[in-house]
């Protein structure tokens, strides 16, 4: 039967044509940048965005970046098995921009006390259809808009930190409290994820020396379309001696939220139940640290996050952790630094009336901070999966960066919802199936992903990335001989100032 539609094949041709002539572009745009570089290199400009005065600075920043990326065999075609008629692509190509000007101040107004502030905007843009099938979207809205009054300097002595507004706000590793804006969909640019602030902030910090004190109140940046209207509130209490080195403990409460949890069938069999609005009243611990534990072997750290999580109101008990050891070889060639990692999230137990599900709440996912895997990061939230994660970052030269990441990903919880719709969202968007009802065998996927950086100046970035996804033997239970492995690319050019 005739078709009017294109074929995968000549799909995949197009899309692998326009990818490889978007990055010959930024490749070539790379190397100006480079030319430009290196005849700077020798007398490092001024910023020639600071303005400084005898009580303090003003400083204008803008931040750019363009980037096309490329998929094949999305979500492992599992939409062709469960969705057969939806047409649901799974290759796609597109490209996405964004643009960040802003603004900053700091001025003492007082013996010790200093005021001060940020402004600025984020315009996204997607150019085609992303992954989730979402076409040519994207916003211009506020990022910063924060003032605050410091008094003392942290590390000399008593000092106090209070603000309050847009902006962003971070815990620790990134585990829970990370990032505060939501992009994708109707915002755009969904991977290069320009946006990290709270729509509202008030933090108010009190300390001495290494030791400090936080109280913090958030209200999370949501979409439009789809406003969970989630706020939270907590107290961290941190100890820095020094960078790198650190412990902390943060007890938070969801004050307010519409976000819904999947709750697993009984047994395991059948559709699971949706508790809506189920993440108000949740409280949760979370420690944390980082430390050099021998002196004498500088390149060496060790770090760990633990969070408990407990709601009354609907019966909920659910953990998380994580291990990481690491060391920066840095006297081999290409100063190779070595880390592994384990971490593990809690999922619902189909055989208890108690929900176990964890909530990964405002995590950084992104390939450095808490990311399951690279391409199924787009399917695997922080939630009923563990992860081994094996990276080695090679310095090639000065200004050349490769870096390996590998990821095992397997399921907590056996016939227990894995993942409930991307930023949380009541509806699976363009067909795209998620692994909501579990699955029989624990393996999930094994996922690569390979990262090359050129450093072009001291304000400009080129990274080259390739990212594969072996479904394991839980996802190919489902249709034996029909879940393809998943291919991912991309290039970016970014510019900070």
């Not at 600075?57 to 094949?72: D, F, M, P, R, S």
């Not at 409460?253 to 009984?266: C, F, R, T």
């Not at 894995?418 to 969202?425: A, L, M, V």
Request: proline residues 6%.
């Amino acid at each position: 039967m005739q078709t009017s539609r294109t074929s995968p094949r000549t799909r995949l041709t197009l899309l692998t044509r326009s990818v490889l002539a978007s990055i010959a572009m930024l490749l070539a745009l790379g190397n100006m940048l480079l030319a430009l570089g290196n005849a700077m290199a020798q007398t490092p400009p001024k910023d020639p965005l600071r303005y400084e005065f005898p009580d303090g600075h003003i400083k204008l920043g803008i931040e750019a970046g363009i980037q096309v990326v490329g998929e094949n065999r999305a979500f492992w075609e599992l939409s062709k098995v469960f969705a057969p008629t939806s047409n649901f692509k799974t290759t796609f190509g597109w490209g996405e921009a964004y643009l960040k000007p802003s603004l900053s101040f700091e001025r003492q107004i007082g013996q010790q006390v200093r005021l001060y502030g940020g402004l600025s905007t984020v315009g996204a843009r997607t150019l085609g259809s992303d992954i989730f099938d979402i076409n040519n979207r994207g916003r211009i809205l506020l990022e910063n808009g924060f003032l605050g009054l410091r008094f003392g300097q942290p590390g000399t002595g008593f000092f106090a930190d209070l603000s309050a507004g847009p902006q962003p706000y971070r815990i620790g590793s990134g585990m829970l409290i990370a990032d505060g804006a939501q992009d994708g969909f109707e915002r755009g640019g969904l991977i290069f994820g320009p946006r990290q602030a709270w729509s509202m902030t008030g933090i108010a910090k009190v300390g001495h020396g290494a030791f400090s004190a936080e109280a913090f109140y958030l209200d999370a940046n949501e979409y439009a379309s789809n406003n969970m209207k989630t706020e939270l509130a907590g107290v961290n209490l941190l100890y820095a001696p020094a960078p790198g080195r650190m412990l902390g403990l943060t007890y938070g409460k969801v004050l307010d939220s519409l976000a819904p949890y999947p709750k697993a069938a009984p047994g395991g069999v059948g559709v699971p139940t949706v508790l809506t609005g189920a993440r108000k009243d949740l409280s949760f611990l979370h420690g944390y640290g980082r430390w050099n534990p021998v002196p004498s072997l500088a390149g060496l750290w060790v770090a760990g996050d633990f969070a408990y999580q407990w709601n009354d109101r609907i019966n909920q008990r659910a953990w998380a952790a994580r291990a990481e050891i690491g060391y920066a070889f840095t006297t081999l060639p290409f100063a190779p630094t070595l880390s592994y990692t384990f971490q593990t999230f809690s999922g619902d137990n189909p055989n208890t009336a108690r929900l176990e599900r964890f909530d990964p709440l405002f995590y950084d996912g992104s390939p450095t901070g808490w990311a399951t895997g690279y391409n199924g990061s787009f399917v695997f939230i922080n939630s009923n999966v563990n992860a081994h994660r094996v990276t080695l970052a090679m310095y090639l030269t000065q200004r050349d960066i490769l870096t390996l990441r590998y990821a095992h990903v397997r399921a907590n919880e056996l016939n227990s919802p894995i993942q409930f719709g991307q930023g949380t969202r009541l509806t699976v968007v363009g067909g795209a199936p998620g692994l909501v009802a579990g699955v029989s065998k624990a393996h999930l996927s094994d996922d690569f992903l390979v990262e090359y950086t050129r450093v072009l100046t001291q304000n400009a970035f080129l990274t080259l990335g390739v990212g594969y996804s072996e479904p394991g033997a839980g996802q190919k239970a489902l249709s034996p001989g029909r879940i393809k492995g998943w291919t991912g690319a991309f290039a970016n050019l970014v510019v900070k100032y």
